[in-house]
């Protein structure tokens, strides 16, 4: 048909229904999806099976565009249009990389560039040279990547791992995921494409004239840090080490849903900032990418058209409470942690008030080689940039990225810079490590001696370590040479009357009871939920007793050494409930003898998701499934077991303190975290029993040589763990 004839037609159309009729499909396939571009607003479009089954039908949205998700990998489908006419679409597979060839042609500068993904999707991604440096020809330079869905490659802002790394002498590419910024696609939290793109900028980059070595590292904390993990467990061929910091172990169980329970504080807030992140500029989204459009940048633009398509993460989220493996399972950083190959550093902080030590789960699915470090400590998010964390994350980048004699020197005269963003103006330095590689004669030396240390460094009672309670600094370390810690003994104690913890289980017979009312405490410990004033020096926390009558509490007798845990805990309960569902938090605290309370660790359980999983379950270490078909109410006047995880954490209870544990709603102890818990009306009366036979019980994993120094550390000034004055509850503990 000639186009006079055509545009006759079409007029023709036109004349008879009011519209012109849709251009031709404009069809997208991807990694278990399949997006159509360039339509008619309202159109609806049919997705059929490679028999012409209907599976899904949806209508364009009014920037044209519709996408059909969860779909098979490799897979054959057709997307039909209202006369009947189809447009045959074969979906890609993850495990099909594109040749070396799809990344050699991409030619990567100094500025805002675009990558492009295997599906087509446009990536925006800023290139930086070292600080002071340039890409001259012939220069080359070690490299780093930074890639989230935050304003990574916001060419004004660099993020604070990018800053620091160029800095420190590296070319550094930080990298927005699709449906963020100026990178076109759809952002699905952690999905496949998310991590073939990730694939696919570690071998763009990797491949570009100015990187140094074989290949790049991958560095960032949060957001950036969990993508690292499913990047490097898809093992691209030019990626040659990664610095994870402040992580997750799964979606689901942290900091999602701990216990089972809604985090309706950071959960909630991260997702709808990640929501607003993804509107289309220059309607929404990030600044940087309204900026750039305005100011005519067209490629950011068209990169827009299928923002209107992202689901709304916080509905998405709550629409699932319980745990799917077929959604989950591949977006949880633990499903990818034993692929990893390349050398990795992962640090992070047992009362993280984002994301939480649900992280430690995966440790032991690591590989068990001198390349893999890890460093753990108390504190908050911000802990893993703290100085002994950030000293080591120089060393190891310099010596498994750049394939240079670690120079520390570099990064102390930063120091007041970096930590005066972190703990505020005004504050005290941190002290600083000494050069643990000092003397080493070669790289090779300087890497032996590196490799020589614990793998796994456990840093104690951090903001003790100075003159100043609660600036960053150790009082002393652990090391162990694998996760959980060797050796460490599951040490039990038992549920007794008036709120006692003994070795010894209970001759008598009873229970105590409680009205667990979420309102009785402030759900946060730092009003507004915000994020610095958890990271100052010394947090202005509201953290208050517990409540006469809507907690239990069970304290041991004053200790007569020294005890240090560090791991999981687990805290086995005969429940018994007025309600045929409650939540349960457990926190655990030490009484020391100067009358003042510690906070140390946190965990929570809904009662109908008490079902285990078959494996991964010890004496100290509870994993529930989570699943839909295992939930179950509880029996109504019985007494039923149940098993609440206490979070991990490192602490030494110091001699002639008492452990504590109690057990409440959920809410009181954490600065951002809280609870979309049931509202109880203080109507509720949950039973815990001490009974012969109904033994509950404390198994916390003791460390035994521990060598603390001696003298109570300051109260408060424990990094991540509040203080106050003990008071007894209402059954005595």
């Not at 399949?34 to 309202?42: D, K, N, W």
């Not at 799964?250 to 985090?263: A, E, K, L």
Request: proline content about 8%; aromatic content about 10%.
């Amino acid at each position: 048909m000639s186009n006079r004839y055509r545009k006759i037609l079409c007029a023709a159309l036109f004349a008879l229904y009011g519209a012109a009729p849709a251009a031709a499909l404009d069809v997208q396939p991807g990694i278990g999806f399949v997006a159509i571009t360039g339509q008619a607003e309202g159109v609806q479009l049919v997705l059929e099976n490679a028999q012409h089954v209907d599976l899904a039908s949806g209508l364009v949205d009014r920037f044209g565009s519709l996408i059909f998700r969860e779909l098979g990998e490799g897979n054959a489908y057709f997307v039909r249009e209202p006369g009947g006419a189809t447009t045959a679409v074969t979906t890609l597979r993850f495990a099909d990389h594109p040749p070396q060839s799809f990344y050699e042609m991409q030619t990567l500068v100094e500025g805002l560039n675009y990558i492009q993904a295997r599906d087509g999707t446009l990536l925006s991604a800023m290139v930086r040279a070292p600080l002071g440096s340039s890409f001259a020809p012939g220069r080359r330079f070690p490299t780093l990547v930074e890639y989230s869905g935050y304003a990574a490659s916001d060419p004004d802002n660099p993020q604070a791992s990018t800053l620091l790394a160029s800095a420190m002498g590296y070319a550094t590419v930080a990298v927005n995921m699709r449906g963020s910024g100026c990178s076109g696609g759809v952002i699905d939290l952690f999905d496949l494409p998310t991590t073939a793109d990730g694939y696919d900028i570690v071998e763009t980059v990797g491949n570009q004239d100015w990187v140094l070595g074989d290949g790049v590292g991958m560095i960032g904390i949060s957001f950036p840090g969990i993508s690292q993990m499913f990047v490097a467990g898809a093992q691209p061929p030019h990626l040659v080490a990664v610095a994870p910091f402040s992580i997750i172990s799964d979606i689901y169980r942290s900091p999602g849903f701990p216990g089972g329970i809604f985090n309706n504080g950071f959960a909630e807030t991260w997702l709808q900032e990640r929501a607003d992140d993804a509107r289309p500029a220059p309607e929404g989204g990030q600044a940087w990418a309204i900026q750039r459009v305005n100011e005519g940048d067209t490629t950011c633009l068209a990169n827009q058209k299928l923002r209107l398509q992202t689901q709304d993460p916080v509905d998405f989220t709550q629409s699932h409470p319980y745990y799917d493996p077929a959604l989950m399972d591949a977006r949880s950083p633990s499903a990818w942690a034993a692929n990893i190959q390349v050398p990795i550093f992962i640090s992070g902080a047992w009362q993280d008030e984002q994301t939480g030590s649900g992280f430690v789960t995966l440790l032991k699915q690591l590989p068990k080689r001198r390349d893999v470090r890890i460093m753990l400590a108390n504190g908050v998010h911000s802990t893993s940039m703290e100085p002994e964390s950030l000293w080591n994350w120089v060393a190891f980048l310099d010596i498994y990225v750049a394939k240079r004699f670690p120079n520390m020197d570099r990064l102390a005269p930063l120091a007041g810079a970096i930590y005066e963003q972190i703990l505020g103006p005004g504050q005290p330095t941190p002290p600083l490590p000494p050069d643990r590689l000092a003397g080493a004669s070669s790289i090779d030396d300087a890497k032996r001696r590196f490799e020589a240390e614990p793998r796994v460094r456990v840093l104690m009672e951090n903001g003790a370590g100075s003159p100043t309670p609660g600036l960053p600094a150790p009082r002393f370390e652990l090391g162990f040479e694998k996760w959980p810690p060797p050796g460490a003994r599951q040490t039990a104690w038992y549920f007794g009357p008036g709120g006692t913890l003994s070795k010894f289980k209970s001759v008598a017979d009873g229970f105590d009871s409680y009205n667990p009312d979420p309102d009785a405490r402030p759900m946060q410990t730092i009003p507004g939920q915000g994020q610095a004033e958890s990271w100052e020096i010394m947090p202005a926390y509201d953290w208050r007793p517990l409540v006469a009558g809507t907690a239990v509490a069970y304290a041991t007798a004053p200790l007569a050494a020294d005890t240090t845990i560090v791991g999981e805990g687990a805290v086995d309960l005969f429940l018994r409930s007025s309600a045929s569902d409650t939540d349960v938090q457990v926190t655990l605290t030490e009484i020391r003898p100067d009358g003042l309370e510690t906070y140390v660790q946190s965990g929570w359980l809904r009662a109908s998701h008490r079902k285990l999983a078959r494996k991964g379950n010890t004496r100290t270490e509870v994993r529930q499934t989570h699943l839909a078909g295992d939930a179950e109410l509880l029996p109504a006047g019985q007494f039923t077991k149940m098993r609440v995880g206490l979070f991990a954490v490192g602490h030494t209870f110091r001699a002639g303190s008492r452990i504590r544990l109690s057990l409440e709603a959920p809410g009181g102890d954490r600065t951002r975290w809280a609870f979309d818990t049931f509202d109880t009306n203080g109507m509720v009366t949950n039973d815990v029993n001490y009974s012969r036979g109904y033994s509950s019980r404390l198994v916390l994993p003791v460390v035994r040589r521990a060598q603390a120094p001696a003298g109570l550390p300051p109260c408060p000034g424990l990094r991540g763990q509040p203080c106050r004055t003990y008071a007894p509850a209402s059954n005595g503990g």
